[in-house]
Each structure stands twice: as C-alpha cells, then as structure tokens.
C-alpha cells in the first residue's frame, strides 16, 4: 500500500500538483487543498487505469475514493485482486 501512495505522490509532483516540497497525509482532502481539481481528477483516473492495469466502475467514482491517498489506495488495492 505504501507503494501505490507513493506512485499517487510522485505523480500529483510530476505533473505539477504539488511541489516537490510538500508532504501529504493519508487522509488530506485533495479537493479542499487545491491540490486538484476536476480536470486533473479525470487525469490521475487516467493514470491510474494505465498504471495499475485496472478499470474503474462507475459505482466507484465516489469523493471517498478519489479526494484522499488512502481512498486512493483502498480503492486500487481492491480493483487490482
């Protein structure tokens, strides 16, 4: 798990999210820090679908899954089984 949040991070940093310097937590909301917004939302959707081989279901396009690390990575963790 520690890797997929990983990834997450050096991607938003990557693509000009977030600075190199900036640190997240697992649960920072990345809406309501202006780390993204909803065009770069589609973008990391993208990403993730490339990177991780999966396809996300439209039931799973849920604030929960996408507006923090951990969201990020539970939701991952059970489309990659």
Known sequence: M???????????KANSFMD????????DSLTQNGIIDSIGLLE???????KYSIEIPEDMLT???????????????????
């Open 44 to 50: 990391l959707m993208d990403y993730i679908c490339e």
């Open 20 to 27: 190199n310097n900036s640190s997240l937590k697992d649960n």
């Open 63 to 81: 604030p929960e899954n996408f507006d923090s690390l951990q969201g990020i990575t539970n939701m991952i963790t059970k489309l990659a089984k």
């Open 2 to 12: 520690e890797q997929i949040k990983n990834d997450i991070v050096d991607y938003l």
